[in-house]
C-alpha cells in the first residue's frame, strides 16, 4: 500500500487561491487545487502553463473543413458526376454550408474528447477518492492536495507547511492500488 | 471608493438573480434535491400520465404512416409540404433559444444564464430530437432514410450535396451532437455532485456519467477552455442552421419563398419561439419545485426583455417583406403576399400578426415583464403565432403560385395533427425524464453568481 499524498481543506476561495500561490512560490509541483466551480486566476495562482488544448481544436476543426470541402469536390467531380439543371460539377460556392458544419462537428469532438484526454478522464479510480470528506468538495468545499511525487515531498513538513496556511482536516491518502 | 462601490453592485446583482441568504451549500442542496427526492410530486406524474399517452399516440400515428404511406397526411398538389415541414421548422426554431443562452450569453458574460441554460440546452435536445423525427418520417420508405448519409453503397450512388436539403440535414444534424456534447460537458461536474450525495446504484450510475470528476483545478482548466470553444463555435452554428434550414425555402423560384431577408429573418423568429418555449417551462418548474429563488422574476423579465427584441425583428422582417414585393414590381410576388393577408387562409397570417408582433408590444412595461401569469400566456401564444409564421410561409405560398389553373385548398387530416401532437409526448416524455434525474439547474455555474465565487471578493488581493 503506497502513500498518494496529503490533502487538506480550506473554506472559501480566497484562501485557497492564497493557499494555491503560497505552495507554488515553495516550489511543488505535483499538487491540484479542488473546488466546486472554476476559480478566476487560480492557473496564475498555481504556475500553470495554458492549456495546449486549442491547438488539438484548431487542428480538428481544419481537418473538418477540409474533409467537408474534400469529401463533397470528390463525389460530384470525381466519383459521382451528375448534371442537375447543367450546374457545374465543381459547384464550389454550394459546398460552403456542409465544410462549415462539418469544421464546428470535427470541432466540437476535439474540444470534448480533448478535454477528456488532456483531463485524464473516465477515471474512476483516484486516491482522493478514499477521503470520507473529499465528497463535498463538489458542493462546498476547497481542497489543496500535494502528491508523494513531488520533488520537494516530506510528509511532515507538507502538513505543517499546509496548517501554516490554514488548511483543516488534514489527512494523508494512502493509494490502494 | 470604486472598490466600495463595485462591491456593492455585485452584491445588488447576486442579490436580484440569487435572493435570499444563499451559499454553495444551500444552492446545492436545494438544486441537487430535486433529482435527490424520495418521492415523485403527484403533478410529475399527472404531467408524466399525459405526456406517455401522448407518446403512445404519436407512436400509433407514426406507425401507421410507416405502413401506409405519406398519402395519409393532407398534402396534395400543389400543398406537396404540409404539416410535416412546418413542425419541423417549428421545433427546430424551438430549440434555437438553448443554444442562444449557452452559448451567446456565456460568451457576452450574461451571468443569469447560469440558472437557466441546462434547462434550455436539455430542451433544445428534445426539440431538435422532434423536429428531426419530421425529415425522417417524411420520406415515405423511411427505411431508405439512410440515403440522406454520404456512405458508400453497393449503388454506387452518393446524394447531392448542391441540395440545400442536404445542407439542411448536415446542419441540423451537426446541431444536436454540438448541442449534445455541450449539454453533456456542462454537465459532468453536476453529475460529480450527484455522485457524492448518492448512495448504492445511483452513486455507481451518476458516478459512471461523472467520469471521476474530481474538481481539481487541472482539469477545470482544459474544461474552461473546451467550455469556451464549444460556445464560441456553437455561436456560428446557431445562426447558421436556421439560416440553412430557410435556404429549404429561399433557394426556390416561388414567389414568397425567393428572397434574400430569410436567413436573419428565420434565425430572429427561432430565437423568439424558444424564449417562448423555455418561458412556459421554466414557470411550470419553478412552481412545481418551489424553485422561485433560483429562476427569479429578475429571469424572467429579462427573457421577456429578449422576446420584445426579437418579436420586433420578426415584425420588421414582416413588413420589409411587403414593401420588397412592392418595390420589385414582380406581379407574382406582389400577389403572393395579398394573398397571404387577404386570402382564403387571412385567418392564419393575422393570427401570426397578432401573436408574434402585438403581443410582445406588451413587454415594453416592466409591470407586464413581471406579471407570472400573463408571461405564461403570452409565452404560449408565442409559440401558437410562429407555428402560424410557418403555417403561412409554406401552405398560404405554396396553394396560389404562377398559374390559377394549379391552384388548391389545403386541409390536414387527423394524422397530420396526431403526429405533431404525438411529438409534445415526445418532447415532454424527455423533459420530464431529466427533471427528474438530473439537475435543472447547473450547480457549478449557479455558484458563480454569488460575490463569494470570485477571489477578489472581501479583501484586497495583491
Keep these: ?177 | 471608493m470604486s472598490n466600495e462601490a463595485m462591491k456593492s453592485k455585485a452584491q445588488i446583482r447576486a442579490e436580484k438573480l440569487l435572493p435570499g441568504n444563499q451559499d454553495f451549500t444551500s444552492i446545492t442542496n436545494d438544486i441537487a434535491g430535486v433529482p435527490e427526492q424520495k418521492k415523485t410530486p403527484i403533478q410529475w406524474w399527472l404531467l408524466f400520465g399525459f405526456a406517455l399517452s401522448l407518446l403512445a399516440i404519436f407512436a400509433g400515428s407514426v406507425g401507421f404512416l410507416i405502413w401506409e404511406g405519406t398519402g395519409i397526411w393532407g398534402i396534395n398538389n400543389p400543398v406537396f409540404w404540409g404539416w410535416a415541414i412546418i413542425n419541423f421548422v417549428w421545433w427546430v426554431g424551438i430549440g434555437h433559444a438553448g443554444t442562444l443562452i449557452s452559448a451567446i450569453l456565456h460568451l457576452f458574460r450574461q451571468n443569469w444564464r447560469n440558472a437557466i441554460n441546462r434547462f434550455a440546452e436539455t430542451m433544445t435536445l428534445f426539440a431538435v430530437i422532434c423536429a428531426l423525427v419530421f425529415p425522417g418520417i417524411h420520406v415515405g420508405r423511411i427505411w431508405v432514410a439512410y440515403w440522406f448519409l454520404p456512405i458508400p453503397n453497393q449503388m454506387g450512388m452518393w446524394p447531392n450535396m448542391r441540395s440545400p436539403l442536404i445542407w439542411d440535414f448536415f446542419a441540423v444534424f451537426t446541431y444536436f451532437t454540438v448541442s449534445l456534447l455541450f449539454w453533456y460537458t456542462g454537465l459532468i461536474p453536476d453529475l460529480a455532485t450527484l455522485r457524492d450525495r448518492a448512495k448504492g446504484l445511483k452513486k455507481k450510475v451518476y458516478g459512471f456519467f461523472a467520469l471521476g470528476w474530481r474538481g481539481g483545478n487541472r482539469q477545470w482548466q482544459h474544461y474552461e477552455l473546451a467550455y469556451l470553444v464549444l460556445a464560441g463555435i456553437s455561436t456560428p452554428l446557431v445562426l447558421s442552421v436556421h439560416s440553412v434550414v430557410s435556404s429549404d425555402f429561399a433557394t426556390s423560384v416561388i414567389p414568397g419563398w425567393h428572397t434574400t431577408i430569410f436567413p436573419p429573418y428565420f434565425v430572429a423568429g427561432a430565437i423568439y419561439s424558444g424564449f417562448g418555449m423555455v418561458m412556459t417551462l421554466s414557470i411550470i418548474a419553478r412552481k412545481v419545485y418551489n424553485l422561485g429563488h433560483i429562476i427569479t422574476v429578475e429571469h424572467l423579465d429579462k427573457m421577456a426583455q429578449i422576446m420584445l427584441l426579437t418579436g420586433c425583428m420578426v415584425g420588421y422582417a414582416y413588413s420589409m417583406e411587403f414593401f420588397v414585393a412592392w418595390y420589385s414590381g414582380n406581379q407574382y410576388e406582389s400577389f403572393a403576399f395579398v394573398n397571404r393577408a387577404l386570402g382564403p387562409y387571412w385567418w392564419g397570417y393575422w393570427a401570426m400578426i397578432f401573436c408574434n408582433v402585438v403581443v410582445p408590444q406588451f413587454f415594453w412595461f416592466e409591470k407586464y415583464r413581471r406579471h407570472i401569469p400573463f408571461l405564461f400566456i403570452t409565452s404560449i401564444l408565442v409559440n401558437i403565432g410562429m407555428w402560424f409564421e410557418r403555417f403561412v410561409i409554406v401552405v398560404i405560398t405554396l396553394h396560389r403560385d404562377f398559374m390559377p389553373g394549379a391552384w388548391a385548398m389545403y386541409n390536414p387530416t387527423i394524422w397530420d395533427v396526431s403526429i405533431y401532437l404525438g411529438t409534445f409526448g415526445l418532447f415532454f416524455t424527455g423533459f420530464l425524464l431529466f427533471l427528474r434525474f438530473l439537475p435543472m439547474v447547473s450547480i457549478a455555474e449557479a455558484k458563480l453568481v454569488l460575490p463569494e465565487s470570485n477571489p477578489h471578493h472581501g479583501h484586497d488581493h495583491e
Aim: glycine share 10%; with cysteine.
Design chain 1, 1 to 177: 500500500m503506497n502513500k498518494y499524498g496529503v490533502l487538506a481543506r480550506f473554506d472559501s476561495p480566497q484562501s485557497l487561491v492564497h493557499a494555491a500561490e503560497k505552495v507554488r512560490d515553495e516550489g511543488f509541483i505535483n499538487f491540484d487545487c479542488h473546488s466546486p466551480f472554476p476559480i478566476h486566476g487560480m492557473d496564475d495562482a498555481m504556475g500553470l502553463k495554458r492549456s495546449k488544448l486549442g491547438y488539438l481544436i484548431g487542428a480538428m476543426g481544419l481537418t473538418g473543413a477540409l474533409f467537408g470541402f474534400g469529401l463533397q469536390s470528390w463525389i460530384h467531380s470525381i466519383e459521382y458526376p451528375m448534371n442537375i439543371s447543367g450546374k457545374p460539377f465543381f459547384a464550389y460556392p454550394a459546398y460552403a454550408i456542409i465544410t462549415f458544419e462539418l469544421m464546428v462537428l470535427f470541432s466540437a469532438f476535439g474540444a470534448v474528447f480533448g478535454m477528456m484526454f488532456f483531463n485524464r478522464i473516465p477515471r474512476f479510480h483516484h486516491p482522493v477518492f478514499y477521503s470520507e470528506k473529499f465528497s463535498d468538495v463538489s458542493s462546498d468545499a476547497f481542497y489543496v492536495s500535494i502528491e508523494v511525487d513531488d520533488p520537494k515531498y516530506d510528509e511532515n513538513k507538507v502538513i505543517s507547511f499546509l496548517q501554516g496556511l490554514g488548511g483543516t482536516e488534514i489527512e494523508v491518502l494512502k493509494d490502494e492500488n
